[in-house]
């Protein structure tokens, strides 16, 4: 039978410092698992800010460094082979918002959009990809994306647009790497009371009134929910699953809020 244990396996993400990262992270290590975890701070303060949430160190090791660089993704990698000798899933987790009118929208922010969400998923999902057909490795890609993807969230047109791109890169890859047993899927998380959400949350009032009536299950998404889809789409639980869109949004998709 098939449970939610993590033990022995080996698994990556990138932006593992960022507010939904920190929960995965902690979810992860504490169900068994051991992590390579990117972002972009020195390691010495990413050392601190896992302690601080209570992350079991010695079973991480972190790589500072930008993933929208081919050369970086494939260190995070390389690191995973050197350090633990495996790579079983790859969490293609990065992202930015930037907020903007698409007819406003330059066409520099419009690059630095797509690259951060978009290209950096490709970049890391390749690496791995590459590595796990070499290695004779049946595993898992896993890309964070977004309810916006389905139901386009006002002045974010290009993120929205990032994230639906990736939704189609994942079953993209999905149908590409089957042949070798590597599945891919999507974690697409709601409005979270944590992270980039919860920023704007916190300072925008229009933000606010808009995502309150957003929700139909009433509240932000806890970040233990976040956590509890990508434990589950890591565990053998979810091994007969590719091509597929793990949608936990409280319902946000199901109409738009206008
Ligand atoms: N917070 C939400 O409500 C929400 C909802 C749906 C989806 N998401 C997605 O979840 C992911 C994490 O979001 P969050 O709210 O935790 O944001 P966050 O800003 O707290 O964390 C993002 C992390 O990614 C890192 N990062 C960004 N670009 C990078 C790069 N090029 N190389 C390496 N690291 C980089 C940042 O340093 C940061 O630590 C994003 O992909 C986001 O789109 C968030």
């Known amino acids: 039978m098939n449970t939610l244990s993590l033990d022995g396996k080996v698994i990556l993400i990138t932006g593992g410092l960022g507010a939904l990262g920190l ?27 896992l302690k601080k949430n ?24 390389d690191t995973a082979f050197r350090k633990f000798k495996r790579l079983d899933i790859a969490l293609c987790h990065t ?6 009118d698409l007819v406003d929208f330059s066409e520099k922010d419009w690059d630095r959009q797509i690259t951060a969400n978009t ?18 490795i049946k595993g898992k890609l896993i890309f964070t994306s977004s309810w916006v993807a389905h139901a386009p969230w ?7 647009t990032s994230k639906a791109a990736m939704n189609q890169l994942m079953r993209s890859f999905a149908r590409e790497l089957a042949p070798h047993g590597i599945r891919a899927n999507v974690v697409s998380p709601g409005i979270v009371g944590a992270g980039m959400a919860k920023r704007q949350w ?3 009032p229009v933000y606010r009134a808009r995502a309150k009536r957003a929700i139909p299950l ?13 434990h589950f789409a890591c565990s053998n639980m979810s091994d007969y699953m590719t091509g597929t869109i ?7 998709s199901l109409y738009p809020m206008d």
């Open 23 to 49: 929960g995965i992270v902690h979810r992860l290590t504490h169900a068994g698992a051991r992590m390579v975890i990117g972002d972009l701070l020195p390691a010495p303060k990413a050392k601190e800010i």
């Open 54 to 77: 209570n992350i079991p160190v010695h079973a991480c090791e972190y790589l500072q460094g930008d993933v929208s660089k081919p050369s970086q993704a494939k260190e995070l990698v």
């Open 95 to 100: 992202g930015i918002v930037l907020v903007g």
């Open 119 to 136: 290209k950096t998923a490709f970049l890391v999902a390749q690496a791995a990809a590459r590595r796990m057909i070499k290695s004779r």
């Open 154 to 160: 006002p002045s974010i047109g290009p993120y929205n």
């Open 202 to 204: 916190d300072i925008d």
């Open 218 to 230: 009433g509240i932000m998404q806890p970040l233990d929910s976040v956590a509890d889809t990508f």
């Open 246 to 252: 793990l949608l936990a949004d409280g319902g946000c």
